[in-house]
């Protein structure tokens, strides 16, 4: 199937990006130790395109000397948060559409703005002189009438002017590299993908044990199911641990645990650890859908707060409720310590990788973050829905660009004269709810029988179809 240019263009960023990550993988004889440091000047005036994007809007006009193509499109924020899950995570357009708190289309149209952005202001100027071997190219599948001199960025980029731009590396790491197999973690993520049963696909284990640590989103649903896959698989002996998103893949890396529990995807500088400490790529599993409430006190008349609004309370020092419709009162902001996962996901979306206020309270135990909320009604703060079960506890529904009286994640119904909440499937699923997320279970390598047998039986339709009892969404909703 031919490629579109959309296509084309984000795999020529995606293998310069995995060449300069997996750059120690190739010998002199494969790449020259110039080639290298072509390439990797490459990579890294990507990787700057993108950081740029976080600079004040004054900034930046002023990167490159002025020589520069803006994004078309007015928040660089999100141009900055799609290019980065794009291109640094590999996330698929739901997760990218979850992520930025937008529709399917929207999330697209960001997708398809950063790409250009960095296509255009990719400096070929610098690379114009570097020699194509002809046999090579006239090899290469999809050949194209070569490009004018004067272009000056890849815009309308075709497979030739791939070859053109990397004339610094030869064909041999285009054909191995680009055509076979990008990265060891793009195959791995291809053949482990949710739709597959893993124990086909799995090593053999050297042990009868399978350790898991991580969030307590996923663990605490894990030992109630504990049983239930002992009377399966009678052998294996599993350990169950609640810690955090961090501690547990960095625990992973070091061989530890089997397993990590995760409320969010492992960084690059997690994965990039993997390979130096272990030769291991980190794998991710999605296994259900879950999402970030806020929460205040009951007593708050607050009842509907912008994803802006959000930004401008864990960010900013001394902000009173009187600015976003409450009383004339501080705002008392409370969180979890900040290596949870679920804070790395509020302080990337709500934030967009600023960092929290001096006066926001960190507190490790999220029984304990509750209570706080509970029994003050200035208080606010952020939590996964599962933690929100049962408490006495207001849940704020989040305005968007889509919805300005505000999106709410719950829906209530009244059962022999009680209230009950349950999660709202639809707009979990559809990503019309702003703060939704996928929990993952993450591996280290090629995955092992015991693993595999725990992730199918998690993944299996007895498991999946009992997940909303946890106020969390099946995977195959």
Known sequence: MALSELEIKQQIILAVLDFSTHIDRYTAEEVSDKEKRELMSLALSINNLINNLSQPLQDIAKYNNGKYVAPKHNNYLRVKRSAELVFYYRSDLNTISMDLGVSLAEANQLIEVATNYICDNIPLKDYKKVPVKKKKVADAPQQQAPVPEQSKSIGCMAPLLFL?????????????????????????????????????????????????????????????????FKIDNPELDLTLEKSDSSLAISELIEGKIDLASCSRIPSIAERKRAVKVSGKELVDHKMALDVVVVIVNEANPVEVISVEDLQKIFSTENVSWKYFGGKDTPVKKYSKTFHHGTVSFFRERVLYGDKFAPDVTQIYDVKQVMDFVEDDPTAISYASLSDVKDRNVKILKIATIFEEKGVSPVAYTTINGEKRMTIDKEKVRKGQYPLSRYLYLVSAGKITSNVAKFIDYMRSGSVQSQLHKYNIVSIYD
């Open 164 to 228: 053109i731009m990397l004339g610094a590396i030869s064909y041999l790491m285009y054909d191995r590299f680009f055509n076979n197999h990008a990265t060891q973690l793009t195959s791995l993520m291809n053949e482990y993908r949710t739709d597959k049963d893993l124990s086909s696909l799995s090593v053999a284990s050297k042990t009868k044990r399978i350790s898991i640590n991580g969030s307590s989103s996923l663990v605490r649903i894990f030992d109630d199911y504990k049983s239930g």
